[in-house]
């Protein structure tokens, strides 16, 4: 901004050096007036003199021709470049009051007119971003000034997703939906979004969306997911298994979701070969495998920053969240703590899982993170750790999330 504001300066000052240019003329053009006056009078002087030396007779007529005639060549001599140009004259006065209108009518005209603030957001979106809370807080400074972005919006429903701030991932989304059309993806992203704003229910308005996604494209991949799990949840454990078969065959198998989504069509074949009423822990998976993912558990110490004791409450929730690294953004298991408790530790199992058909144990890398909410809504934590990275197929440490940083 700094740059701009300089060049706007140096416009200003060459514009203002036009409109003096005049003022600074005068002096020369009135010096060269005043010269070439003395010059006429001069020669009016001497034509006079000589014609009254021919009045006494003491100059004869041919002497008074030849001394008008040199008069008249040193007149023309004097005076060759000629009298200065005749124009209209402005004087001093209205040049130094256009001067001092320029600056103010420029200003007050870029003030109703200009664009400071794109200037302003167009140098901050040059320089990289050191975080995602940076990178929404631009985004959403950009959908403030150029609300007809389509890519801004998508790219803030996106972030908000990671953010786990569902319900403003939904406003994006719908946002870039009206600027764009109901393309069957980002359909998806909002039914998927709108799912978990509404607490993981179902609604009609839901299947709707997915239902018109699958229309314009059946193998949209948010849209299976969404069908696969409101299937699941409802019993339906055939239509779950169909939904994610065809999710899954667009999926590349190295993918960590593309085992979570095997262990939910897993657990939706086995929940088929049974009862409807055996719990859904029993029947998920083979006998030889369950043991396995019952014990399953990642060590977890959450630690609150000294610097931070005075600035929360012991009665304010602390919220600890697992997800998979590379998985969907919601949390694949969560623990609710309070200050009073920190600093502490204990183990996220399967059994904190948030989602049937998604355990801790079926994914390869999780990532946790702890937060700190005066409210009680996880959505708007005050404070928050960084993210920990850890390895489910390995013994691992016990992760420490040490809240120390601004939400």
Same mark, same amino acid.
């Given at each position: 901004?700094?740059q701009?504001?300089?060049y706007?300066?140096?416009l200003?000052?060459?514009?203002l050096?036009?409109?003096l240019?005049?003022?600074l003329?005068?002096?020369?053009?009135?010096?060269?007036?005043?010269?070439?006056?003395?010059?006429?009078a001069l020669?009016?002087?001497?034509?006079?003199?000589?014609?009254?030396?021919?009045?006494?007779g003491?100059?004869?007529?041919?002497?008074l021709?030849?001394?008008r005639?040199?008069?008249?060549?040193?007149?023309?001599?004097?005076?060759k470049?000629?009298?200065?140009r005749?124009s209209?004259?402005?004087?001093?006065?209205l040049?130094?009051l256009?001067a001092?209108?320029?600056?103010?009518?420029?200003?007050?005209?870029?003030?109703v007119w200009?664009?400071?603030?794109?200037?302003a957001?167009?140098l901050?979106?040059?320089?990289e971003?050191?975080?995602?809370?940076?990178?929404?807080?631009?985004?959403?400074?950009?959908?403030?000034?150029q609300?007809e972005?389509?890519?801004a919006w998508y790219f803030?429903?996106?972030?908000?997703m990671t953010?786990?701030q569902?319900?403003?991932?939904?406003?994006?989304f719908?946002?870039?939906?009206?600027l764009?059309?109901?393309q069957?993806d980002?359909?998806?992203?909002?039914?998927?979004?709108?799912?978990?704003?509404?607490?993981?229910?179902w609604?009609?308005r839901l299947?709707?969306?997915?239902?018109?996604?699958l229309?314009?494209?059946?193998?949209?991949?948010?849209?299976?997911?969404?069908?696969?799990i409101a299937a699941f949840?409802a019993?339906r454990?055939?239509?779950? +298994?169909?939904?994610?078969?065809?999710?899954?065959?667009?999926?590349?198998?190295?993918e960590d979701?593309?085992?979570?989504?095997?262990t939910?069509?897993?657990?939706?074949?086995?929940?088929?070969?049974?009862?409807?009423d055996?719990a859904?822990?029993?029947?998920?998976?083979?006998?030889?495998?369950?043991?396995? +993912?019952?014990t399953?558990a990642?060590?977890?110490?959450?630690?609150?920053d000294?610097?931070?004791?005075?600035?929360?409450?012991?009665?304010?929730t602390?919220?600890?969240?697992?997800?998979?690294?590379?998985?969907p953004?919601?949390p694949?298991?969560?623990?609710?703590?309070?200050v009073a408790d920190?600093p502490?530790?204990?183990?996220?199992t399967?059994a904190d899982?948030?989602?049937?058909?998604?355990?801790?144990?079926? +994914?390869?890398?999780?990532?946790?993170k702890?937060?700190?909410s005066s409210?009680?809504?996880?959505?708007n934590?005050?404070?928050?750790?960084?993210s920990?990275?850890v390895d489910?197929?390995?013994?691992?440490?016990?992760?420490v999330?040490?809240?120390?940083?601004?939400?």
């Amino acid at each position: 901004m700094t740059q701009f504001w300089i060049y706007a300066v140096l416009l200003l000052v060459a514009a203002l050096f036009i409109l003096l240019w005049p003022v600074l003329r005068v002096r020369k053009d009135q010096s060269e007036e005043d010269r070439t006056a003395l010059n006429i009078a001069l020669y009016e002087e001497h034509i006079a003199e000589l014609e009254a030396q021919h009045a006494s007779g003491a100059l004869s007529a041919e002497k008074l021709a030849e001394g008008r005639l040199e008069a008249d060549r040193e007149l023309l001599e004097d005076t060759k470049e000629g009298r200065p140009r005749q124009s209209a004259n402005l004087g001093t006065a209205l040049p130094l009051l256009a001067a001092l209108l320029v600056p103010v009518a420029g200003i007050g005209l870029y003030f109703v007119w200009g664009a400071s603030d794109k200037v302003a957001l167009t140098l901050s979106l040059a320089e990289e971003p050191k975080s995602l809370e940076e990178m929404i807080g631009r985004l959403e400074e950009v959908v403030r000034i150029q609300p007809e972005s389509v890519d801004a919006w998508y790219f803030l429903g996106r972030n908000y997703m990671t953010q786990q701030q569902p319900q403003k991932a939904a406003d994006a989304f719908e946002e870039t939906i009206t600027l764009v059309g109901r393309q069957p993806d980002l359909l998806g992203q909002y039914a998927q979004a709108l799912y978990f704003a509404n607490g993981n229910r179902w609604s009609e308005r839901l299947q709707g969306l997915v239902d018109e996604a699958l229309r314009q494209n059946p193998d949209e991949a948010t849209s299976l997911g969404l069908v696969g799990i409101a299937a699941f949840e409802a019993g339906r454990y055939q239509d779950a +298994v169909d939904a994610w078969t065809r999710l899954q065959k667009g999926l590349n198998p190295q993918e960590d979701s593309y085992g979570a989504i095997q262990t939910g069509i897993d657990r939706a074949r086995a929940a088929l070969a049974n009862s409807p009423d055996i719990a859904v822990q029993e029947a998920v998976m083979p006998r030889d495998q369950s043991a396995a +993912v019952d014990t399953y558990a990642v060590q977890v110490e959450v630690v609150l920053d000294q610097a931070l004791v005075d600035q929360v409450s012991a009665t304010d929730t602390v919220f600890v969240f697992a997800r998979a690294q590379n998985g969907p953004p919601m949390p694949l298991a969560a623990k609710r703590l309070s200050v009073a408790d920190l600093p502490v530790r204990f183990a996220l199992t399967d059994a904190d899982s948030l989602m049937p058909n998604l355990k801790l144990s079926s +994914v390869e890398r999780l990532e946790l993170k702890a937060s700190v909410s005066s409210g009680g809504d996880a959505m708007n934590a005050q404070w928050a750790s960084q993210s920990v990275m850890v390895d489910t197929s390995k013994e691992n440490e016990p992760s420490v999330l040490l809240i120390d940083q601004k939400n």
